[in-house]
């Protein structure tokens, strides 16, 4: 079957720092300290869990992503995946649309996500991304040298750990929330009408609609 999802977008992004020690004449106690570290890291991971589910709140549920949302990744784009790309000599050149989905799951659920922007006509519409395309979305905008590597390494670490990864997945029981980019080139065409429909096999699911003008 397919492989269960822990989405949570809840989460600070933080950053990861490594530091290691050699006692004099200790490299293998070095190694075996750095293993052993690993082991419990992973450990702990696996133990891992969503908060519990809330049979007062919506067990699906769309919204327009905040400001405070989106900055929990960083402050700008060279770091954060909801930020829109920027050059020096054209400024901003796409445009985002983010939307955030809740989940509040008494067991294990099958979703299915429908998403799409329509746009006046002549105009291309939005384009709605997974977690796979948006890293390739970026992956075509950023610039790849040693200076900018941590940088975009933290983009894509954010980009798995907060976007829908896939229009089509399983969601593990509980409280949690992914992201749902929609992008189109700087200025997006107004007015632009997207429409979401997040079904669930256990239950209720939700329907967003929104006209940007």
Partial sequence: GR?????????????????????????????????????????????????QYDPSLPQVSI????????????????????????TLLRGKTDEFFILRIDFNLPENAEITIVAKAEAPAGKKPAKAYSAPEFRDFWNARIIKDNEND????????????????????RQKAG????????ASENPMPRPMLFRVEVSSSIGPGAVYEFTLE
């Fill in 175 to 182: 409280r949690g929330s992914a992201f749902l980019p929609f």
């Fill in 63 to 86: 919204v327009r992503a905040t400001e405070s949302d989106i900055r929990q990744f960083g402050k700008i784009s060279s770091e954060n995946p909801y930020i829109e790309p920027r």
């Fill in 3 to 51: 492989p269960f999802f822990y989405i949570t977008a809840s989460m600070k992004h933080s950053s990861y720092r490594h530091s290691s020690g050699v006692e004099s004449g200790g490299v293998r106690r070095s190694a075996l300290s750095i293993v052993f570290a690993v082991a419990i890291a992973t450990f702990l991971g696996s133990c891992a869990s969503l908060p």
């Fill in 150 to 169: 941590a940088l975009n390494q933290r983009k894509y670490t954010s980009i798995d750990r907060s976007c829908v990864p896939s229009f089509d997945f």
